[in-house]
């Protein structure tokens, strides 16, 4: 036998090992996907919790790009119209969701003896944000809701008192919204509004200084600098809407104000916040502050409920 053909044989087996090796190491790998797989299977939420109370009755329509819902109490209501904006990611439709905040807020009322008010949510998407007309294709939303309000209410019959609520988007946007027209309101409740100390159009080391002060996620910033950037083109725009501008014009004659969020949350807006609520007390504007230990929205809804019904 040849010296070559030794080699080749050599060589041959070394292939066979290495091949072998790596299946070895494929089926490993398949093994160790199929046990996560599995696990995963095992251990994902297979229900949420839902909340015991009886469902508004709703009544949809659309107002130009406003899409709206009208929700009442099947007791009746008290004459006061509520305008509820939701949060990013969902819709109009959210006021009766049985996992949802607000089925909390509905479920509370039911307890109480005193008829709640009507509830109008109102939305322009999954994403928006109120803002005067300005340099951005997308901005005017502001103009536009406070335009379409007396057709609405010619429909549903003139308010008592116009109050407003939201949640993280919709938070921002109802302190836009009753800020910007203090006379057309008569209360504002602000859960986990997107409020920041801080301007959209600050340096990098500005924004990464209060990510760090506040704990917030960047990821998140950087989704909130993007939606801010689609509706204001500029730093003088943004201070059109900004809550903590807005609240320096401010006096006790302004609507009530209903701040919360939690402690450890994900956006960073518990500093700013607080500011604000600092800043609109410094103002006379008559002021609950909700600090909460918790995440992102968590919610003190007796107290919330409360304040909207009385």
């Known amino acids: 036998m040849s010296a070559s053909t030794d080699t080749s044989k050599l060589r041959r ?6 091949t072998r090796r790596y299946l070895y190491w494929l089926i490993a ?14 251990t994902r939420t297979r229900g949420a919790q839902k909340v015991s109370f009886r469902p508004a009755e709703e009544a949809c329509d659309t107002s130009g790009s406003l899409r709206y819902c009208v929700y009442r109490d099947r007791r009746g209501t008290n004459g006061d119209v509520v305008y509820h904006m939701h949060g990013r990611n969902l819709d109009e439709r959210i006021w009766n969701d049985d996992t949802y905040m ?3 807020v509905q479920s509370e009322w039911q307890r109480r003896p005193e008829l709640p008010p009507t509830v109008v949510t ?17 901005s005017g939303l502001l103009d536009d809701l406070m335009a379409r309000l007396p057709a609405i209410e010619a429909k549903i019959g003139r308010p008592r008192r116009r109050l407003l609520v939201g949640e993280s988007m919709g938070g921002l946007n109802v302190l836009i919204a009753g800020l910007s027209y203090p006379s057309r309101f008569a209360k504002v409740a602000a859960l986990c509004p997107g409020v920041y100390s801080i301007s959209p159009f600050a340096s990098l080391s500005t924004i990464r200084a209060t990510m760090q002060r506040t704990g917030a996620n960047p990821k998140i910033v950087f989704g909130v600098w993007m939606m801010a950037r689609r509706y ?21 004659a302004y609507p009530a104000l209903y701040l919360s969020n939690g402690l450890y949350d994900a956006y960073g807006n518990f500093e700013g916040s607080q500011q604000l609520v600092e800043m609109a007390r410094r103002r006379g504007v008559t002021t609950q502050w909700h600090p909460l230990y918790g995440g992102h929205c968590a919610t003190d809804v007796a107290s919330l409920a409360a304040f909207l019904s009385s």
């Open 29 to 42: 790998a398949i093994i160790a996907a199929l046990i996560y797989y599995a696990w995963g299977q095992v």
């Open 13 to 18: 087996a070394a292939r066979l090992m290495m």
């Open 102 to 104: 607000t089925a909390l």
């Open 232 to 252: 204001a083109a500029n730093d003088a725009e943004w201070q059109r809407v900004s809550p903590l501008a807005l609240i320096k014009r401010a006096g006790p």
């Open 122 to 138: 109102v939305s322009y998407g999954s994403t928006w944000l109120l803002t005067p007309k300005g340099k951005k294709p997308d």
